[in-house]
């Protein structure tokens, strides 16, 4: 892309790092993708906030975590990326609740409540990702759902005003979350509320959860986690599977032979490859059986020429 850094980036006052055409694909858990116009990493909270207020308000933004719901189309992202992991990290106990920032991942959050004598986070162990990610979609496994342990969050508006919300703000359901008033503005962290309970039991929870998660899903290869949201009442792996589609492959993106509703990358896979597989499966399953598939994975940036 090599685009040249516009003059209304400045760094002074800034500790993060900034990287300029960056390949996404070592950023995202599927390991493909085009190349980021910049990613910035910022050391902390403070440092995100002073690089909002002195970004141009038309910079198209991204933030990532683990990457593990994304893909960045082969043609790259024309703006900046934040990447979360790292700097956005605090983890902590406050009286009864924990206060987890958004780079902070879902297993180290199910092992800190547990050490705390806390129950009921233990499902977070199955979720590949960070907490803004699970805060931004409402992601959950084994029965758990993030914003059913959520007392309030804590987000930075686009110009680096840091405010602290209630659900009650939030349009909140299955694999979905949306401000009832519109603003653009970023999940930095959360105040969550778990059981006081047996730290053992707890443990023994988590290394069952991790097992199974394990046995069934195909985690020696590159993947996004689930593909597609359950459609009411069935899962996505049942009609995916019934459809003929385990092992159906392009390029080198292939539907698992392990789980049916997970996408690996076999080795080179282009985010084309990947795309276009989504959209077969899709176009799959509808023709067959007259339910439309909708997608978990967040997909961003411009086409390849």
Request: proline residues 4%; hydrophobic residues 40%; charged residues 25%.
């Amino acid at each position: 892309m090599n685009m040249s850094e516009p003059t209304e980036f400045r760094a002074e006052g800034l500790r993060g790092e900034m990287l300029r055409d960056e390949p996404m694909s070592r950023h995202a858990s599927w390991r493909a993708g085009g190349v980021a116009q910049r990613v910035y990493q910022p050391a902390d909270l403070a440092d995100l906030q002073t690089f909002l207020r002195r970004t141009p308000a038309d910079e198209p933004l991204l933030a990532v975590g683990l990457g593990s719901n994304l893909l960045v189309r082969d043609g790259g992202f024309r703006g900046t990326v934040l990447l979360l992991l790292g700097g956005l990290a605090e983890l902590r106990r406050e009286g009864d609740l924990i206060y987890a920032q958004a780079g902070v991942a879902g297993a180290k959050l199910a092992r800190f409540a547990a050490t705390n004598h806390l129950c009921g986070a233990e499902f977070f162990v199955g979720i590949p990702g960070t907490l803004g990610g699970m805060l931004a979609m409402n992601a959950g496994c084994y029965g758990g759902e993030t914003w059913q342990k959520v007392v309030r969050v804590q987000v930075l508006a686009r110009g680096g005003e840091l405010l602290e919300r209630a659900p009650q703000e939030y349009e909140i359901g299955y694999r979905h979350v949306a401000l009832r008033k519109a603003n653009e503005e970023f999940f930095v962290g959360a105040w969550l509320k778990f059981e006081q309970g047996d730290a053992e039991a707890a443990r023994q929870q988590i290394k069952a959860l991790m097992e199974k998660r394990s046995a069934s899903q195909p985690l020696q290869l590159p993947n996004c986690g689930s593909v597609f949201r359950n459609p009411p009442g069935d899962h996505a792996a049942r009609l995916i599977e019934s459809c003929g589609l385990k092992g159906k492959r392009i390029g080198g993106a292939q539907v698992s032979e392990k789980h049916a509703n997970f996408i690996v990358n076999l080795g080179g896979a282009s985010a084309a490859d990947i795309e276009d597989l989504i959209g077969e499966v899709r176009a799959t399953v509808l023709r067959q059986t007259g339910i439309e598939l909708h997608t978990e994975v967040r997909i961003a940036g411009e086409k390849a020429k």
